[in-house]
């Protein structure tokens, strides 16, 4: 059996860690006006950005720290189940 572990010791090591990836594409039948995209990216960055404000004395002040880029993506996702009727979804 130890003949048997160090042999597949051996050949996990010379190939290394395997990793799967998982492509994802933008949808093709999906046009989306210019408008729209320029508003979705500046919101994006809005909401990925730290919010900063003077205080009485003129020094920059964090209001709100930055959010992660994964948590803005969840919450739009989750905004735009609210924002379109649940009878167009169907």
């Known amino acids: 059996m130890k003949q048997f572990d160090q042999q597949v010791n051996n050949i996990v090591e010379g190939y290394g860690i395997y990793k799967q990836t998982i492509r994802t594409r933008f ?6 006006s210019e408008d729209f995209i320029t508003a979705f990216k500046e919101e994006f960055v809005r909401q ?4 900063m404000e003077e205080d009485a004395e003129g020094n920059e002040v964090v209001v709100r720290d930055s959010r992660k880029p994964k948590k803005v993506l969840e ?5 735009l ?3 379109i009727p649940q009878e167009r979804l169907n």
């Open 75 to 79: 919450d739009f996702q989750k905004a």
């Open 81 to 83: 189940q609210f924002l």
């Open 27 to 32: 949808p093709k039948n999906l046009n989306l």
């Open 48 to 51: 990925t950005q730290p919010v």
